[in-house]
C-alpha cells in the first residue's frame, strides 16, 4: 500500500485498472504529453513562423490550418488507439486458436465510408471562404496601396507607382515598405525562372510565374519588420533569396516614398567621387542604376537598383545585416558588407550574375584594387 | 533463308553469369530487380546523408549549392524511379506469378528486357554524376531546365535516362497486366486474386495510363533544348505552366503507383499473421481502384500556389479531400482484419503495422495541406517533405521491407534471423521518427525546402540538428537488415515451404520454388485457396510438406535467351547517343545503337520457340 500511495493517484489508478483500462489511460498520457511537447517545439517568434500572424490573411489561413490540425490530431488518437487496442487485445497467446473467419461488414464499412467522406467536405467547404478572401483585397476597403514585386535570380525588385507620374516610378530592391493598416496588393512577376513570393507572417506564398500576372494581397496590423523569403526553388542560390517588408505608419511610408523618389545624394567625399567615377568605369552602371528604369528595358535592371542602396537595412537580398537592433543602418555594418560583398560576391551568393560576367571579376586584367573597393565602398554608403 | 542465319539457339543450360545474363525465369528477374533496386536505395540515401550532414547546422559548408541541387534532384528522382518503383516490380515479378498459379508471365523474355533496359536507365542516370548531374529538381520545372538556364548534359542525361526507364516500365507493365489477365490458374477468378496481385493489377493500369504523359513531356523538353522549339519558352510563346501540369498530371497517378503495391503488401501480411482474411476484400479492391481513378483528378493540389485561382484551388481541395476517403477506407479494414484476429508479432508483421501507424500520419499531414487556404502556408516548406516522408518512407519503404521479410523464405528458400528483424524494425521506427517528424516543426517554422543553408538565428537550429542525427539511426538499421539478408540466404536455416501459415498459393509449394513453380498446375476453389485447403474446406488433398510434389515430369518450360539483353545494350548505346549526339559524327552513335537494338529485336523474334534441348543429345 504504501507503495502505492507512493506512486501517486495516477499510479494506483493505473495499478487497479482493468488491461482495458490501462490502455486507455496509457493513450491518454500519451495524447497529453504530444499536447504538452507541442508548446515548445513549434517557435512561434522564429522569424518566418507561421504560427505568429501579423495580418488578416495570415490569421484565416492559420485559422483554418489550427482547425485542421485539430481534427488530424483527433483522427489520429482515434485510428491509432484502435490500432494499439487491437494489437495488445488479440496478441496470439496460443498457436492452435483459430479466430473466427470475418470476412467483413458492409454496414461498418459503409459507415467509415461514409462518416470521412462528410467530415472531409465539411473541412474542405469551410476553408473556401477563406481561400477566396485571402485572394483579392476585401471590396470594402477603404484604401489600399498597389505594388509590384519582381523576382530575380536570386533578388527581389520592388515596384511604387510615384506621386509625381508613371516615370517616376520608385524602385527598390530586397525591401519593401507598406504602410500600418492599409491593403497591400501585390502584382507578381519574374524575368527569369519561377520564384515564390512569401511573407509567412503577413500571408501564405504566391508564384512569380513568367508572363502568368499573378497577384496577392496583404496587410500588417501593426508596424514592424517581417522576413521573407523565396519559397519556389529557383536555381543555385535559392537559399540566398531573402527580403524583407518592413510596415510603418503611413504618414512615415509617405516621407519614405517621397525619400525615395529623389534623386541619389551625390556626396562630396572625395573617395566617394572617385567611386561615382568607378561605378560608371569599370561597368557597374550597366546593370545597377541609381535611377528609375522602365520595366520594358532590362538595360539597368539586370541587378538591384541602388539609387538608396545605403538606406536598406540589408545587403545582398537578405544576406548581410547593416542595421543595429533598432532598425538604423549602421555605417560601419554596411561598409564591412559591401567591402565583403565587391571582394567575392560569390562567396556570399554562389552563382550570381555579377561574378560571372561582370567585367571586373572574369577579366583578371580589370579586377578591382584594395583602393577602387574603398572608393566603391564609399560611394554606395553615401547613397543614402 | 539467309535471314534463318540471324537464328541463333538458345542458350542451353546456361551457368553462372551466363545464366544470370540470359535467364527469363521470373524469380530470377525479380531477384535481380530487388537488388539492383536496393543497391540504387542506397545510393539515394547516401545522397540524403550528405544533404542532413550540410544541414545539420547553420551555414555549413560541407557540400557547394550546386552539388546541394544535384543531391536533392538525383535523390528524388534515384528513390521514386530507380528504388521503389523497381522494388515494387521485383515483388511484382517474383510473386504475382506464384501467387496466381503460373509458371511464368505471360512473355518472359520481355519481362528480361524490362530488367535491362530498367538497369540501362538507372546506370545512365547515377553516371551523370561524372561531369555534373542534373539540379533542376525532381519536377524539372521550366524554365530551370532551358537550355539558357542550365547548358550541362545532366538535363539531358535525366530527361534521356528517364525515358529509357519508362520503356522498361511500360513493357513491365503490360506484361503483368497481360499476365494477371490470361495466366491465373482455373478457378482463379478475378475476386479470389490475392490482393498484392489485385493491386499490382491497378497499378499497372495506371502506369501504362500515367507514362506516356510524361514521355510527352520529356519529348517536348527535348525539342526545347536539341532544335530551339518554344513549349516552354516564355519569350517566344511558350508556357512554363504547361511543364507543370503534364508533369503532375503524371506525377500524382506517379504517387500511387508507388504506395498502391505497398499497400497490396500489407493487405497479405496482416491476414496471414492475425490467422483472419482480410475485412472487407471487395471494399479493399474496390477503394484500390478508386484511388486509382480519383488519382487523377488531383494533380493540380501540386500547384495550389502557381496562380491558378481561387476556384480551380477549391475544387482541387476537394477532390484531394475526398481522395482521402478511399485510403482512410484501407486502413479502417485493416485494423478491421487485426481486430477480433490472432495476432503474432513477428518482423514482417512488425513492419505492416509499422507502416499502418506513419503512413496514418503522412495521411492526416496530406489532408491538412489539402486544404489550399492553409496549404499556401505550407507549401515548399519543410512540411511538405515531413509529408512525403511520412508516406513513402513510412510508407512505401516500410511495406516493401515487410514484403521483404516475408516472401525472404520463399525467394532464398532460408529463415532470416528473427531477432535482427525486430532491431531492424526498432531501429527503422525510431529512426524516420527523429529524422523525418521535425521537418514538420521547422517547415511551419517557415523553412524553405530546397535550400543548401539557412541563416542563424531563424529558430530551426535544433530540429535540423535532431533530424540529422536520425539519419544515423536509418543507418544503423540498414547495416542491420544488409547483415541480416547476408548472413541468412548464406547460412540461415532451411525454410519449409509454408513458414507462416499462409493463405495464398505461394505458400502451397516449396521453398524457393523450383524453376516450374507448379508441378500440377492448382485447381482455385476460394479466395484464399490455400488457407482453406488446409482447413480442409475445398474438399482437396494438403500436399505432404507444404509442397505440392517437386517431381519434373515433362514440364515445358521458356528458354533462356541473349535477345532482350542484346536489345536492352542498343537501346543504352543508342540513348548515350542522344545526349552525346554531336561526338564524332552527328546522331552516329544513337543511329549505332538503335540498329543493335533492331538486331536483337529481330533475332529475338527468329529465335527458335522449341526447347533446344529436344535436338540436343543430353
Redesign the interface.
Known sequence: MVTMKNRGVFGSVFINSSRTQKIVLLLMSLALSVLAAGCF???P???????EPLGPV?E???T??WW??IG?AV??VL??A??IY??VK????SEE?????????TR??LL??II??IV??G???A??N???Y??NVPKDSEKTITLEAIGHQWWFEFRYPSPNGPENEVVTANEVYIPVGIPVRIN?ESV???H?F?V?KL?????M????G??MWFQADEPGEF?G????????????MKFKVIAVEPAEFDTWLSDQAAPALESGDPLAKEGAGIFKDAGCSGCHSLKTIAKTGSKGRVGPNLAHVASRRDLAAGMMNNADGAGNVNDAYLQENLRKWLENPSEIK??NLMSSQAAVYTDPNKTLTERQISALVAYLTSLK | MSTLSLAIPRPVHPSGLWNWLTTIDHKKIGVLYGVTAFIMFLSGGVEATLMRIQLTKPELDIV???VY?QLFTMHGTTMIFLAIMPLGAAFFNFVIPLQIGARDVAFPRLNAFSYWTFLAGAIMLKLSWIGGAT?A?WFG?A??TSVD?NPGKGIDFWIISLQVLGVASLAASFNFIVTIINMRAPGMTMMRLPLFTWMTFITAILLILAFPVITVALIELTFDRYFDFNFFN?ARGG???LWQHLFWVFGHPEVYILILPAMGIVSEVLPVF????L?????VVLAGAIIAVMGWMVWSHHMF???L??VA??VF??TT??I??PT??K???W??T????????NTPMAFS?GF??MF??GG??G??H????????????YFIPAHIHYVLFGGAIMALTSGIYYWFPKFSGKMFDEKMGMLHFWLMMIGQNVTFF?MH?VG???????????AE????DL?NLVATLGVFILIAGFLVFILNMVKSWKSGPDAPGDPWDGRTLEWSIPSPPPEYNFSEIPVVKSLDDWWNTKQGGNGKAVPVSGGSGDEEHDIHLPQPSYWPLVTAIGLFIAAYGVVFNQLVVPWAIAIIGTFIGFVGVYAWSLEPVNDPDEDSAH
Not at chain 1, 45 to 51: I, P
Not at chain 2, 444 to 454: E, F, K, S, V
Open positions: 517545439i513549434i517557435d517568434s522564429a522569424n518566418q513562423s507561421t504560427f495570415a484565416r489561413q492559420l483554418i490550418f485542421i490540425l488530424g483522427v489520429f485510428v491509432g484502435a490500432l487491437a494489437l488479440f496478441r496470439r497467446r486458436e483459430t479466430p473466427i473467419q470475418v470476412h467483413g461488414n461498418l464499412e467509415w465510408t470521412p467522406a472531409v467536405m473541412f474542405a467547404i476553408s473556401i477563406t481561400l477566396f485571402s485572394a507578381l527569369d525562372v519561377i515564390s512569401w509567412p500571408a501564405g506564398k504566391v508564384d510565374v513568367p508572363s502568368e499573378n497577384h522576413y523569403q523565396c519559397a519556389e526553388y529557383c536555381g543555385t542560390s535559392h537559399a540566398n554562389p552563382g | 557547394s549549392a550546386a541541387n539540379d529538381g520545372y524554365p530551370l538556364q516564355v508556357s512554363v505552366v492475425s490467422k483472419k482474411p475485412f472487407g476484400y471487395t471494399t500556389t502557381v496562380g485561382g481561387p484551388n477549391a481541395t476537394i479531400m475526398l482521402a476517403v482512410g477506407i486502413v479502417f479494414n485494423i478491421g487485426i481486430w477480433g484476429g490472432s495476432i503474432r508479432i503495422l499502418i501507424a496514418l500520419i492526416i499531414s489532408v491538412m489539402a486544404v489550399s487556404a492553409s496549404d499556401a502556408q505550407q507549401q515548399d516548406t521535425p516543426f511551419l517554422d517557415g523553412m524553405p525546402r530546397r535550400i543548401y543553408t539557412y538565428g531563424m529558430g530551426w530540429w
